[in-house]
């Protein structure tokens, strides 16, 4: 079975204080990709980063990175120097090359107090 | 490059009436998929479409659901009767390649605010 798992339902913090957002996954498959969403107060949800099974070399870009690790199976996303901009909720996510179903976690409300 | 565009943006309805959703998907993408957004359930996909022809409607919750993609630029998302549990959100997205390559990225439109009475 498929699942993701955003254990953190709501976070606060200060600006410009870091914060790491967490998800967990469970998949037997061994090709599968995982994904970080956003979703501002408006609504939308936007597309930050695709990973796939075979690359487990951490990303960076700009304040967000990424740490895939799969003995832990964990793909955790970090915000350095929060701004009141990413006050949004924020959604990870996996799919695998064998199923046809896109596993969202329940996300997790990000608040960056001024 | 427009996004994937819905309509409308908030529908407000009595419970019983007929709703039907907007989504005209990116040009060239050839996947469209439906959302649905609840605070109690979060996001669940619904149905997705490959080449306009429904690939996987398994998250469709009852036969009041029911969704069409006519041509490649617009599809739609029909319940008939309404129900007031079917406040939600609901949300399209479209990609180039779809779950079975699985590195596309879906684009999502803004959504639709849905309020049953």
């Known amino acids: 079975a498929q699942k993701v798992t955003q254990a953190q339902t709501e976070i606060s913090v200060v600006e410009k204080e870091d914060v790491t957002l967490d998800c967990v996954y469970e998949t037997r498959d061994t090709t599968y990709y995982l994904f970080w969403y956003k979703q501002p107060p408006s609504g939308e949800l936007v597309f930050l980063i695709r990973r796939n099974s075979f690359d487990e070399q951490n990303e960076i870009s700009g304040r967000y990175s990424w740490n895939f690790q799969k003995s832990t199976s964990s793909f955790n996303f970090t915000i350095t120097a929060s701004q009141v901009v990413d006050s949004a909720v924020y959604f990870c996510?996996?799919?695998?090359?064998?199923?046809?179903?896109?596993?969202f976690g329940t996300g997790t409300s990000l608040t960056v107090i001024p | 490059d427009a996004g994937v565009i819905q309509s409308p943006r908030h529908e407000v309805t009595e419970m019983g009436q007929e709703v039907t959703l907007r989504c005209k998907p990116i040009?060239?993408?050839?996947?469209l998929f439906w959302y649905r957004q609840t605070m109690m359930r979060g996001l669940e996909l619904l149905i997705y479409?490959?080449?306009?022809?429904?690939?996987?409607d398994s998250g469709m919750p009852e036969d009041r659901f029911s969704a069409k993609m006519p041509n490649a630029s617009f599809s739609t998302l029909k319940i008939q009767p309404s129900e007031p549990r079917d406040s939600a959100v609901y949300f399209c997205a479209s990609s180039f390649g779809g779950p079975v390559f699985g590195n596309q990225p879906q684009h999502f439109g803004d959504g639709t605010r849905l309020s049953i009475l």
């Open positions: 479409f490959n080449n306009n022809v429904p690939i996987d």
């Open positions: 996510a996996l799919i695998s090359n064998t199923g046809n179903q896109f596993y």
């Open positions: 040009s060239g993408h050839d996947y």
